[in-house]
């Protein structure tokens, strides 16, 4: 049994650090394989990027895309995903559907800047919904289901009086 006092690392698995200026004999002498001179023979440098003065390359690539400041985050909900929430009972289809109901339900997490409902997949219940907006083709299949759709986007509404 060993004792603690006797561990050792297994046969070359360290390496001994480089020790640096001690010495011409040592073959990292003088000035430690640092060159000469300058800002990079200094300690504690860092010029990352750094092209002499001439423009560098991260600067003289074009930009590319525009974020707006007033752009919109929705939380986008497809008609598949709510006749799927109908069917399994976690939203009742005789009730208004908001965006309470659908985080209720476990459909969307959180509302974000407002629901958007999308027209992908199948709607065969009739459902009472209230969304910030709809696309043509969700809207289109609400009401081939029998159902009404109100949306609180502020220019819909407008458009709609």
């Given at each position: 049994m060993t004792k603690l006092n006797e561990l050792s690392p297994r046969e070359g698995s360290t390496k001994a650090r480089m020790r640096v200026g001690r010495g011409p004999g040592s073959g990292k002498g003088k000035t430690a394989g640092r060159g000469v001179k300058g800002q990079k023979a200094r300690s504690g440098v860092?010029?990352?990027?750094?092209?002499?003065?001439?423009?560098?390359?991260?600067?003289?690539?074009?930009?590319?895309g525009f974020n707006s400041r007033n752009k919109k985050d929705?939380?986008?909900?497809?008609?598949?995903r709510i006749e799927q929430a109908v069917a399994?009972?976690?939203?009742?289809?005789?009730?208004?559907?908001?965006?309470?109901?659908?985080?209720?339900?476990?459909?969307i997490r959180r509302?974000?800047?407002?629901?958007?409902?999308?027209g992908e997949g199948e709607l065969k219940t009739k459902?009472?919904?209230?969304?910030?907006a709809a696309t043509a083709s969700a809207r289109a299949a609400v009401e081939k289901a029998g159902g009404s759709l109100t949306t609180t986007k502020p220019e819909a509404a407008a458009a709609e009086a």
């Open positions: 860092s010029i990352f990027g750094f092209e002499g003065g001439q423009m560098p390359l991260h600067m003289r690539m074009p930009k590319r929705f939380a986008e909900v497809n008609l598949w399994a009972g976690k939203l009742d289809a005789k009730g208004a559907i908001d965006a309470d109901a659908l985080i209720k339900a476990g459909v509302v974000k800047d407002g629901v958007k409902l999308l459902l009472n919904l209230t969304v910030y």
